[in-house]
């Protein structure tokens, strides 16, 4: 029987387990990325581990996230991450250098490679053929101190693409179809590969921006095969050594199967607040905008900035609209200036934005109160953007520039029927100056901490029966941006626990952490798809901070139950979804014998000794899992396994 691509990047890298879908296995880590928003407490856990050097081949700390400086906070962060990653053998991307996920595409990505990254949309990588995953910070210490990862084998989705994307229909138009059959929590489980004729006809940047916004599908990763497309591309990257041909086997089997005919899609929008509601342009058109944004990893590469470039020629934005672009790599930042593109996007009255996530994360460019805003990025969120009641619409940079132009939605189809064309370059501008290297001298290297870095929450070992009160009860999807929220203000304080646990949940409810602190912790309810989005694990290290014992939800987002595991929190499922209604807030609760039950695998039972109710729940984790739970975290549980 042949393997599919996800099977064999899987083969070529098993440690432990059976590759059974549902069923435990570990691979090895060839890559690791990090990001400044994850970076610093990642950081701070590998030296918690004492690991001197990484273990993996390659290991890069970008700094893209946290790079409005309005107060010392991150500019110390980044001298932390600059010079804890040279000591210890780490490449630091510094900030101007652009998105984490742009800049490993064109620079450290290799096909048939494992990338384990400490931010959702590491499956970038899958567009050259890498087995890319997202995870929290504390999974990625432990692979570049060279252990494995541990994972759910997942099921392997083909999406057969056939045909050719019309003119002004564009890859973010595939992935939204993708989101619109799926749904946010569609992927979860699961690795999504792209298959069929139409591969062919889309490029390296195309097949990114899918492969980037799977994780909006809950997905494992996404990928596509490595070929004659992939290895143009590296070659034009002057790393053509780093091309390998991967490709499914002719009787390649797969869990399932689902068709997208790319002539047929037209350009689409996922409207407020899900990046899973989506509905035509043609149906939406005509509709008041206030703010375009064109960049974020999913649509920054330099094929979409040409294209924006092309469209906005001897134009200008329209009164009522602010545009701002932000190109994803200084690659591509400094070769639409060399090739006088970037002035034609200036000239249309764009502001132009560093080379970093920027708006996408809440860094700057909160829109209007009410505003709607145009987004060629990957998450539309409530609030997310920094003003609670803007309207966020996810669509393709050609819409967003032509939008820009009309001052209302506009499907891009009717305004330049033929499309504009761009070709792939066939060499790409190469200046590595912004990466550092590690250092050949790291006894000499001084790691710098500033006042901002303080200790990360570490659990205790899990008791033998937990009581505790309901603390919140939250619906479906609720998103780790619900947990944690991110921006501007709170963004400099990823490496101050005590003082981010003052915004937990408070886009649910503003008096959370107030309560969690006078009632001294407690248990969180929650609904469907609990914990999806980001891989913040903050989202896990706060709430642990504010005395949060267990989450018993009715599913859970892989990333964040991973995270919530790897802190020490029980996360539990209602057998009977319906019970989510025998629980109020500030109910009594009590898991009796849990550590037991978890590590012995027996039936769990919570008592809601307010209502006098039982409620019979489940583990959807596995025995190693128990075992880190009650260890009171992986952090513990490594240190004994060292001992
Ligand atoms: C995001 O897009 O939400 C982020 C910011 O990139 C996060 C990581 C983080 O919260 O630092 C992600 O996607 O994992
Ligand atoms: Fe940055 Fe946005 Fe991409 Fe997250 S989704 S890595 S914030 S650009």
Known sequence: MGCNIAQKLIKSHLVSGEMIAGKEISIKIDQTLT????GTVAYLQFEAMGVDRVKTEKSVAYIDHNTLQSGFENADDHLYIQTVCRKHGIYVSRPGNGICHQVHLERFGKPGKTLLG????TPTGGGIGMLAIGVGGLDVAVAMGGGAFYLTMPEVVRVN?????SPMVSAKDVILKVLEKLSVKGGVGKIIEYAGEGVKTLSVPERATITNMGAELGATTSVFPSDETTRLFLKAQNREEDYTEILADNDAIYDSEICIDLSALEPLAACPHMPDNIKPV???EGMKINQVCIGSCTNSSYTDMMKVAKILKGKTINENVSLTVSPGSKQVFNMLAENGALADIIDAGARILECACGPCIGMGQAPSSGGVSLRTFNRNFEGRSGTADAQIYLVSPETAAVSAITGVLTDPRKVLPEGVEISMPEKFLINDNLIISPSDNPEKVDVRRGPNIKPFPVNKPLEETVSAKA??????????DHIMPAGAKILPYRSNIPHLSQFCFTRCDEKFPERAKKWGGGIIIGGQ???QGSSREHAALVPLYLGVKAVIAKSFARIHMANLINSGIIPLVF????DYDLIEEGDELVLENIKTCILENKPIVLYNKTKNVYIPLSRTFFDRNAEIIAAGGLLNYTKKQQA
């Open 161 to 165: 693409l056939t045909g050719k994307l």
């Open 471 to 480: 603390l919140l009860k939250v619906g479906d999807n609720i998103t780790t």
């Open 529 to 531: 798809n609990y914990g």
């Open 575 to 578: 057998e009977n979804e319906k």
């Open 35 to 38: 990001q400044d928003a994850t």
């Open 282 to 284: 043609s149906e939406l």
């Open 118 to 121: 400490s931010d959702s949309h």
